[in-house]
């Protein structure tokens, strides 16, 4: 989503290495990423435990900024019972 683009982008910008996540398992400006850039797009569903526990593995910091949507899920299936 935009929020999560702008993060990644501030990321990138900082050096830093980054896991982007979605329920596709791509990032939505992949096509921006400049060459050499630490970036790891995963498959990831808020509400489906396993994908994310896979997803934060190894992972020293996490920026949630999952939210509802008309594909993706209920605001209570996500925002609220997403794990």
Do not use: H, W
């Amino acid at each position: 989503g935009r929020t999560g683009t702008e993060v990644v982008k501030y990321l990138i910008s900082k050096n830093e290495p980054i896991k982007a996540t979605s329920r596709t398992g791509e990032y939505n400006d992949a096509a921006s990423v400049p060459a050499g850039a630490m970036l790891e797009q995963l498959v990831c569903d808020v509400t489906d435990p396993k994908s994310v526990n896979l997803a934060c593995a190894g992972t020293s910091a996490v920026i949630f900024a999952a939210s509802a949507s008309k594909s993706g899920g209920t605001p209570s299936a996500v925002d609220n019972a997403g794990r």
